[in-house]
Nanobody
Framework: QVQLVESGGGLVQPRGSLRLSCGAS????????MSWYRQAPGQERALVAT???????MYADSVKGRFTISRDKDKNTVFLQMNSLKPEDTAVYYC?????????????WGQGTQVTVSS
């Protein structure tokens, strides 16, 4: 079973920065999209950023201009650079990787990493 291992969360002051990383335990093929989601207490999990196989990126309006998603293709690792953090960015952040081919699709989730923005 493939596992996604996340790191980089923690406590940061407002206007600070963090970089999240998510690596797969095995090499993945035919990746279609690599994404970061977040879930704040009492809220549903929401999409933060997506990087699709062609290189295009999409961001939630609340993080545009502050967060950047990127990947290391050789290591099947996805990153989320978070700048100008705000208290409302506080949440558990999850990475997600989707891929595969017809009738052999896959989707994996990380275990989550806590990000707390507070002074």
């Amino acid at each position: 079973q493939v596992q996604l291992v996340e790191s980089g969360g923690g406590l940061v002051q407002p206007r600070g920065s963090l970089r999240l990383s998510c690596g797969a335990s095995e090499r993945l093929f035919s990746i279609l999209a690599m994404s970061w989601y977040r879930q704040a207490p009492g809220q549903e999990r929401a999409l933060v950023a997506t990087l699709i196989s062609g290189g295009a990126t999409m961001y939630a309006d609340s993080v545009k201009g502050r967060f950047t998603i990127s990947r290391d293709k050789d290591k099947n690792t996805v990153f989320l650079q978070m700048n100008s953090l705000k208290p409302e960015d506080t949440a558990v952040y999850y990475c997600n990787i989707k891929g595969g081919v017809l009738r052999s699709e896959y989707e994996y989730w990380g275990q989550g990493t806590q990000v707390t923005v507070s002074s």
